[in-house]
């Protein structure tokens, strides 16, 4: 696809994503089976119920409307008092019953929204238009000639989250699926492992001229599960589209699929907007009544939202991309606002024990935000986080060496990493310091005698003038001569206020006086 960026300026995408929440329940949604079948051999997590055996009634998982609620308040979304079961006929093999059990007419989640935060630091808001409950189908495995059936996967609950159309770029559908992400896992809802299809993104794409008042026919790429790849995704269909359009043809309304090995979207299947499921009321499932007390009472389990944190941290002044790097992970975000968010039952004794006033305090805070979102995530085990190993007190007085200059920034990543483990557990970061003997020299006069030693050098000179005529970062060059002759311990910070003082005192001539 050979389209300009002239051309694709003249287009508008329009972008709706349905997504399924696999919930983190023990059993599935109608049956006793166990709901974690990533180990299982095919057919092994199953019940007579998910083979859709004569005579086998379902029972609703309790704890599957629970997270539903959860969910609802995870989308500002007000629940439905009475939500009702339908059947979804369809015949295919990894569907045994003939049908699928899902909420058409009367879902449980009614219409909420989701602030998903672009790059530029602002938030675009995507309309949700309702949410769901419904069984996943099985899986088929095809071969040549041939395919298998796994029922593993059928019967387990879900949610299905449906948008509005209202995201027109790739950024917004990615920002939007890593928020929704975010805030399920968050609220508890579903494990979101995205690797086993914990969450699954269906991406619908239409694109239509600027200013043009109806939408052009959509593509529907469906089972995407990565952001990269929601992404990835919509950036293809939109020239693909484009493409098509400039060159005189139509856009088929189907159903495409993405390869990540190609980086392209290819057809499956023709999708008509008229396909006819057969809906009918589910006779076998009571319709689902809650209370507003039991709503409230579930609700209130809910822990803290992305959206939350990001309120309570306005006053770190942090940059947007290391909030996001550290809600990526809950058990950092936990920790993390543990530290920042003293109450007023515990500051005083920690700043005590720290012998910080509370501005001080805020910047170890952001010190310690910065250590988790500057750390590749591939070199840390955030189980170690949740089980308090790398707890607010170490990260603080970590935090605090280095504030004091008493590690380089450099010795405090390497300690950070050390806090992880289990060799370190409970060692403090300034014994771990010595241990490794990373602390650095920080007494001034000491300091200030190595400086007067590579100043007083010859091979300085270079340097020195080089920085008299205004190029700056020649001062490098002296910094690192500190930095050899003390071994690596001088506070390079404070090498380099002593330099940029004595040269200011004297000047070339001078210090080639004091060297003879």
Same mark, same amino acid.
């Given at each position: 696809?050979?389209?300009?960026?002239?051309?694709?300026?003249?287009?508008?995408?329009?972008?709706?994503?349905?997504?399924?929440?696999?919930?983190?329940?023990?059993?599935?949604?109608?049956?006793?089976?166990?709901?974690?079948?990533?180990?299982?051999?095919?057919?092994?997590?199953?019940?007579?119920?998910?083979?859709?055996?004569?005579?086998?009634?379902?029972?609703?998982?309790?704890?599957?409307?629970? @997270?539903? &609620?959860? =969910? !609802?308040?995870?989308?500002?979304?007000?629940?439905?008092?009475?939500? #009702? $079961? *339908?059947?979804?006929?369809?015949?295919?093999?990894?569907?045994?019953?003939?049908?699928?059990?899902?909420?058409?007419?009367?879902?449980?989640?009614?219409?909420?929204?989701?602030?998903?935060?672009?790059?530029?630091?602002?938030?675009?808001?995507?309309?949700?238009?309702?949410?769901?409950?419904?069984?996943?189908?099985?899986?088929?495995?095809?071969?040549?000639?041939?395919?298998?059936?796994?029922?593993?996967?059928?019967?387990?609950?879900?949610?299905?989250?449906?948008?509005?159309?209202?995201?027109?770029?790739?950024?917004?559908?990615?920002?939007?699926?890593?928020?929704?992400?975010? @805030?399920? &896992?968050? =609220? !508890?809802?579903?494990?979101?492992?995205?690797?086993?299809?914990?969450? #699954? $993104? *269906?991406?619908?794409?239409?694109?239509?001229?600027?200013?043009?008042?109806?939408?052009?026919?959509?593509?529907?790429?469906?089972?995407?599960?990565?952001?990269?790849?929601?992404?990835?995704?919509?950036?293809?269909?939109?020239?693909?589209?484009?493409?098509?359009?400039?060159?005189?043809?139509?856009?088929?309304?189907?159903?495409?699929?993405?390869?990540?090995?190609?980086?392209?979207?290819?057809?499956?299947?023709?999708?008509?907007?008229?396909?006819?499921?057969?809906?009918?009321?589910?006779?076998?499932?009571?319709?689902?009544?809650?209370?507003?007390?039991?709503?409230?009472?579930?609700?209130?389990?809910?822990?803290?939202?992305?959206?939350?944190?990001?309120?309570?941290?306005?006053?770190?002044?942090?940059?947007?991309?290391?909030?996001?790097?550290?809600?990526?992970?809950?058990?950092?975000?936990?920790?993390?606002?543990?530290?920042?968010?003293?109450?007023?039952?515990?500051?005083?004794?920690?700043?005590?024990?720290?012998?910080?006033?509370?501005?001080?305090?805020?910047?170890?805070?952001?010190?310690?935000?910065?250590?988790?979102?500057?750390?590749?995530?591939?070199?840390?085990?955030?189980?170690?986080?949740?089980?308090?190993?790398?707890?607010?007190?170490?990260?603080?007085?970590?935090?605090?060496?280095?504030?004091?200059?008493?590690?380089?920034?450099?010795?405090?990543?390497?300690?950070?990493?050390?806090?992880?483990?289990?060799?370190?557990?409970?060692?403090?970061?300034?014994?771990?310091?010595?241990?490794?003997?990373?602390?650095?020299?920080?007494?001034?006069?000491?300091?200030?005698?190595?400086?007067?030693?590579?100043?007083?050098?010859?091979?300085?000179?270079?340097?020195?003038?080089?920085?008299?005529?205004?190029?700056?970062?020649?001062?490098?060059?002296?910094?690192?001569?500190?930095?050899?002759?003390?071994?690596?311990?001088?506070?390079?910070?404070?090498?380099?206020?002593?330099?940029?003082?004595?040269?200011?005192?004297?000047?070339?001539?001078?210090?080639?006086?004091?060297?003879?």
């Amino acid at each position: 696809m050979a389209v300009s960026d002239e051309i694709l300026q003249q287009y508008e995408m329009t972008i709706g994503i349905e997504c399924y929440v696999q919930l983190a329940t023990k059993t599935k949604l109608f049956s006793p089976a166990d709901n974690d079948a990533r180990n299982a051999e095919p057919n092994e997590k199953t019940h007579e119920i998910d083979f859709g055996l004569p005579g086998m009634l379902p029972v609703l998982n309790k704890h599957a409307v629970e @997270l539903a &609620v959860r =969910a !609802g308040k995870a989308l500002n979304a007000p629940i439905a008092r009475v939500s #009702r $079961f *339908d059947r979804k006929h369809y015949f295919y093999p990894d569907l045994p019953k003939g049908y699928q059990t899902s909420q058409m007419y009367q879902p449980i989640i009614l219409a909420g929204y989701v602030d998903a935060p672009l790059e530029d630091g602002s938030l675009k808001r995507v309309r949700i238009h309702h949410a769901h409950m419904e069984e996943d189908a099985g899986k088929l495995t095809h071969h040549d000639g041939y395919s298998l059936v796994d029922l593993n996967r059928a019967g387990t609950p879900l949610i299905e989250i449906v948008s509005e159309p209202d995201m027109h770029s790739a950024e917004e559908a990615k920002a939007y699926a890593s928020e929704l992400h975010k @805030l399920m &896992v968050y =609220a !508890g809802v579903t494990h979101g492992d995205l690797y086993h299809g914990n969450m #699954r $993104f *269906d991406v619908n794409i239409s694109v239509a001229k600027k200013g043009a008042t109806e939408l052009g026919k959509r593509a529907e790429v469906k089972n995407l599960n990565s952001f990269r790849s929601v992404e990835r995704a919509a950036e293809y269909e939109f020239k693909r589209q484009v493409d098509l359009l400039e060159s005189g043809e139509s856009v088929v309304q189907e159903t495409r699929g993405w390869s990540d090995d190609k980086q392209i979207t290819t057809s499956q299947r023709s999708k008509e907007d008229a396909q006819d499921y057969r809906y009918m009321p589910d006779a076998d499932i009571p319709p689902v009544v809650l209370s507003d007390e039991e709503i409230a009472r579930i609700q209130a389990e809910v822990p803290m939202l992305p959206n939350e944190y990001r309120e309570r941290w306005v006053g770190l002044k942090l940059d947007h991309s290391v909030i996001d790097t550290v809600l990526a992970h809950q058990e950092a975000a936990k920790t993390l606002d543990a530290i920042y968010s003293l109450t007023d039952s515990n500051e005083q004794s920690v700043l005590e024990d720290l012998n910080v006033d509370r501005q001080t305090y805020d910047r170890l805070a952001k010190r310690s935000f910065n250590l988790f979102a500057s750390t590749p995530d591939e070199q840390l085990d955030y189980q170690k986080v949740e089980s308090g190993l790398v707890g607010p007190r170490r990260l603080t007085h970590l935090a605090l060496l280095a504030e004091k200059g008493t590690i380089s920034s450099n010795s405090a990543k390497e300690i950070f990493l050390d806090l992880f483990n289990e060799k370190y557990a409970g060692v403090m970061p300034e014994d771990i310091a010595k241990e490794k003997n990373l602390l650095q020299l920080s007494d001034e006069s000491a300091i200030a005698a190595i400086v007067d030693e590579v100043l007083s050098d010859p091979a300085s000179a270079a340097s020195i003038a080089d920085i008299k005529a205004g190029k700056d970062k020649a001062i490098g060059y002296l910094i690192g001569q500190v930095m050899k002759r003390s071994k690596g311990q001088a506070n390079p910070s404070l090498a380099q206020k002593l330099i940029r003082e004595k040269l200011l005192r004297f000047d070339t001539s001078e210090i080639g006086e004091n060297r003879s």
